[in-house]
């Protein structure tokens, strides 16, 4: 089952390798780039453009323009959001219902918990481990083998 034929995937993704699973209604949005042996699992959405009404946010979402990025073996859970400008290294876990914004990059081996929301232009170093319900600000910087 590469990809479930009730994914919804806007845009051409013919370069989507077969090594992927996408799971049932996945939505991917254009400017996606996946890596071999990722699996993407039920409802989660990939690429999301930031959103939000004029004067809503403290500070408007400054997005490069770009692809989301998501390195080989990692995992997406289910419910999970993936905002477009991030880059996700190699053999990652990402846990249900995590919310990861724009700009924002995270490095190798590392394990993104359930229902953790990590803010725009957040940098996580290597083999970082961020636990269940954490709550990471905007314009962070955690460094490699931290355990949050």
């Known amino acids: 089952m590469p990809i479930h034929p009730t994914a919804v995937i806007y845009g051409n993704h013919d370069d989507i390798d077969p090594s992927v699973e996408i799971h049932p209604y ?3 949005y254009p400017n ?3 890596g071999k042996d990722v699996q993407v699992f039920p409802f ?15 500070r408007h979402p400054v997005t490069k323009k770009g692809q989301l990025i ?8 289910p ?8 880059t996700i290294g190699k ?20 394990l993104i918990s359930r229902f953790v929301s990590v ?8 083999r970082v481990k961020v636990m269940d319900s954490t709550h990471i600000t ?10 949050v």
């Open 26 to 28: 996945v939505v991917i």
């Open 32 to 34: 996606v780039k996946l």
């Open 44 to 58: 989660a959405v990939l690429g999301k453009p930031p959103t939000a009404p004029y004067g809503l946010l403290r």
């Open 70 to 77: 998501v390195g080989s073996g990692t995992i997406i859970s």
């Open 79 to 86: 419910h999970v959001v993936l905002y477009v400008g991030t």
């Open 91 to 110: 053999d990652c876990l990402i846990g249900d219902s995590a919310s990861i914004r724009e700009n924002v990059v995270i490095g190798d081996m590392c």
């Open 119 to 126: 803010n725009s232009n957040t940098r996580i170093g290597n």
């Open 138 to 147: 905007g314009d962070m910087v955690i460094e490699d083998d931290c355990f």
